[in-house]
């Protein structure tokens, strides 16, 4: 599912005195110039925390659920442009026992309807990512109705991963720009070699198409990607958009997550330098000045660094 291309442009306002003392305190530490514009979050260990419990694996999903409205707020808070949370993958779909399934849908229609009036509270809009029509349409019908909802709130996109899979997305997104490009093959009356040939295959295929053609094409990529309950993978979550986002990895289970370990995350990511395979900018312009010309270094290399036995003569 896409979201409708007509949302709001984002309007920060001063809600910093709603976060808890606690909170406070640690945003004080903050940068506010560099909070990030996009957070996305794997809330793993719903199952571990209940199993420490000795409670039924559902029970850990409930009360990951009520962990998902406390972070929103505390990021809608501190004005997070966008906070996307894999709630539910495409894989958790087709491997999970049908009761686990049936039990998580259960879940996100009851969230959804018990807390839509806070999401307008707290001025965040409710989008989805992910293969929605896959899921069963009662469910479908109340996400839509809690999208259409919230969907004229100016402040943070929370989105909800849904039946997600990042592998899945890119085939659905090389699927679409195939489909609009045999369309306009159509529409002018040509092949599509043809229409191919006339702009050149560079010029209609580059990475900005495909970003475009993403469920996320209207949001900018993840800054931080948080994981909890301490794995070290990213099970198939947005792959594409996450090539040089800053990772957070917390043994805290995802239940016991709450906006103040949003806040820690955030607070590691701004000591973070982050480079986009460049040099940082901590690489100054003496730096710079201070590097030998290339024609000077490309003499080193012949002269220290070749084997004397293959040095030319
Ligand atoms: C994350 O918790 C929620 C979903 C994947 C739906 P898990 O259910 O994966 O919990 P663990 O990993 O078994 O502890
Ligand atoms: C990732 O967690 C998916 C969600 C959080 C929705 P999983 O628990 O499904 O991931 P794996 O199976 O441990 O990689
Ligand atoms: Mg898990």
Known sequence: MRASTTRPVFQP????????????????????QKIPQHVAIIMDGNG???GKRALKRFLGHQ??????????????????????????SLENNLRRPKSEVNFLMKLLRSYLVGNVKRMNDNNVRMEYIGRICELPSEVQDTMQWASEATARNTGTTLTLALNYGSRSEIVDAARKILTDLIAEAHQRGCSLEDLIQVD???????EHHISGALYTAHMPDPDLVIRTSGEQRISNFLLWQ???????ITDRLWPDFRGIHLLEAIQNYQKRERRFGGLGETFTD????????AAEVAEEIVTELTPKQLAPR
């Open 242 to 248: 996450i090539a040089y986002s800053e990772i957070f």
């Open 48 to 50: 571990r925390w209940a």
């Open 63 to 88: 009360q990951g659920a009520e962990s998902v409205q406390f972070v929103v707020e505390t990021a809608s808070r501190i004005n997070l442009p966008f906070i996307t949370l894999y709630a539910f």
């Open 286 to 293: 003496e730096d710079l000045d201070a590097l030998e010309p």
């Open 13 to 32: 306002c001063s809600r910093l005195h709603e976060l808890s003392a606690e909170e406070a305190a640690l945003y004080a530490q903050l940068d506010p």
């Open 200 to 206: 050149g295959l560079e010029a209609r295929l580059d």
